[in-house]
């Protein structure tokens, strides 16, 4: 049995308008929530799986004392050059020389998923190795002389020549600079 279809009258007409206003609402009030939480909930997973990756490296914190920190999950492009982005970042003193720190930071990545990618300064006063995951997420380590990088600033500022530091490249304390990067390595 078919049942026949109705005639529709400004009774039932107003009944589908005012059903199909109140579906369009709630279809753009669930878009207008969609545009703003989806990117917040994107950002909240990506900061913390920066965090994870610092937590990673299991770094302890009664050797290494936290002077900086700036960790965010957004994508931060450079204003000047957009295939770049900013690194989340730590930066920590370790009361250790720069050759005994960057052993226990070798060993410390070596406990991750994170592999050897590069040293852009091989043979410089400071050590910087980039270690990449197989997602593509990169791990950039930076140690200096704190007593050097003290010295060199401490000229700079007084107008003196920088050109003869006499402090050891591996003198301690070391400063310490871990940045993570989820999206390209172009720092």
Do not use: C, H
Request: hydrophobic content about 35%.
């Amino acid at each position: 049995m078919s049942k026949k279809p109705r005639k529709l009258t400004a009774k039932n007409k107003n009944k589908f308008i005012k059903i199909a206003s109140i579906g369009t609402a709630i279809i753009a009030v669930a878009a207008v929530i969609g545009i703003y939480t989806i990117p917040a909930i994107n950002t909240s997973m990506r900061k913390d799986r920066i965090v994870a990756i610092f937590d990673s490296l299991k770094i302890d914190n009664s050797k290494y004392t936290l002077t900086n920190e700036s960790i965010f999950g957004d994508k931060r492009i450079y204003s000047w050059d957009s295939s770049r982005s900013y690194s989340s970042q730590r930066s920590y003193i370790r009361a250790a020389n720069v050759d005994t720190t960057v052993a226990e930071l070798k060993q410390a990545v070596a406990g991750t998923d994170f592999k050897f990618y590069q040293e852009p300064y091989p043979g410089g006063a400071s050590f910087m190795y980039i270690y990449k995951s197989p997602n593509n997420e990169y791990l950039r380590i930076s140690v200096t002389s704190k007593a050097r990088d003290d010295e060199f600033f401490n000229r700079n500022q007084m107008g003196q020549t920088t050109s003869d530091i006499t402090t050891s490249p591996n003198a301690g304390p070391s400063n310490v600079t871990i940045k993570v990067n989820l999206d390209d390595n172009n720092e």
